[in-house]
């Protein structure tokens, strides 16, 4: 009999999945059994981004933070980074999409919304014209991440329709919960302050002690109340913010790793840059060529 996990396994996009900063699968009859193997093997555990599904018929089964989730034909879903999530079975007949996404590329806006604790987190029916959109999309992205031979452009082009997909998920949310008009609880309510004071301040506050004072709580029940909504500690969210901007402005700018540790409050460059890659698993120099290659 094998051992009790010690602890619930973080998948993370950069060692585990290819080197664009997100995939795409198009689930059918040739290849779902082996999928669904794989998925079911892995068992309950964390990403360290966004997973989404379209689903175009049959059902799929997950269960997220003890919620059991059916995606029916026709629904979209998604979990988000740090919620524990496992699968649990796909129909016989089931078809559908599957997209993984870093969070450095989804713009601060979208995160906003979609990590908003106000929002509906159920599987979402679409409608015969927003479903056409979200796959006319799909398909598109899906076409270039499949090319054998994937130019600069051709990544600006998939990532401008990975964004385009994440828009109309957000949308498509916040309409329906704006009509359903549900309430968060206080632990939710808190944990929202928290995410919006740390996408402000994370440049100048570094310690977990001084978002709980700004916040009026004590550092434990900040801790507690974090960790209980999204798996991981108020340091880990922290750290999360500090490299996910590292990661931005690595890509986007040609700033010099000191520069930019400056601008994200670390006079120490060199302290910064065994931080980044003791998170991300890369120096960011590395990162850097990685991705703009």
């Known amino acids: 009999m094998p051992a009790a996990k010690k602890t619930i396994p973080v998948h993370k996009m950069d060692g585990d999945i290819g080197s664009l900063g997100f995939e795409i ?3 059918e009859r040739d290849n779902r059994a082996a999928q669904m193997r794989d998925a079911i093997a892995m068992g309950a555990h964390r990403d360290d981004h966004y997973v989404f599904f379209l689903q175009q018929s049959g059902t799929s089964k997950v269960m ?3 919620s059991q989730i059916e995606v029916k034909r026709n629904n979209l879903f998604f979990v988000l980074p740090g919620q524990v999530h496992k699968y649990i079975g796909i129909s016989a007949n089931a078809t559908g999409w599957f997209v993984a996404v870093d969070t450095g590329l989804i713009p601060d806006s979208f995160r ?25 999309c799909l398909r598109l992205l899906r076409s270039l991440y499949k090319m054998e031979t994937v130019s600069f452009y051709h990544k600006q082009a ?11 998920t957000a949308a498509a949310y916040v309409d329906k919960s704006d009509n359903q008009g549900e309430k968060a609880s206080r632990p ?16 100048t506050l570094k310690s977990p002690a001084e978002y ?32 996910l901007e590292a990661k931005r402005l690595l890509y986007h700018t040609g700033c010099s790793v000191k520069e930019i540790a400056y601008q994200l409050g670390y006079e ?6 065994r931080l980044f890659k003791k998170i991300v698993g890369q120096t960011p120099g590395t990162f850097r060529k990685r991705y703009r290659e």
């Open 212 to 243: 709980a004072a700004a916040l009026n709580l004590s550092l434990s029940y900040l801790n507690e109340v974090v960790k209980a909504c999204t798996g991981f500690a108020v340091s880990y969210w922290i750290q999360y913010e500090v490299v």
């Open 25 to 27: 699968e198009w689930v």
């Open 158 to 168: 998939m990532y401008a329709l990975v964004s385009s997909f994440i828009g109309m």
């Open 188 to 203: 939710e309510s808190i944990t929202l302050e928290f995410r919006k004071l740390l996408a402000v301040q994370f440049r």
């Open 112 to 136: 906003k919304a979609l990590e908003d604790p106000f929002l509906v987190k159920t599987a979402l029916l679409l409608d015969a014209a927003a479903l056409e959109r979200f796959v006319q």
């Open 268 to 273: 120490d460059h060199t302290y910064f840059s």
């Open 64 to 66: 997220v933070d003890f």
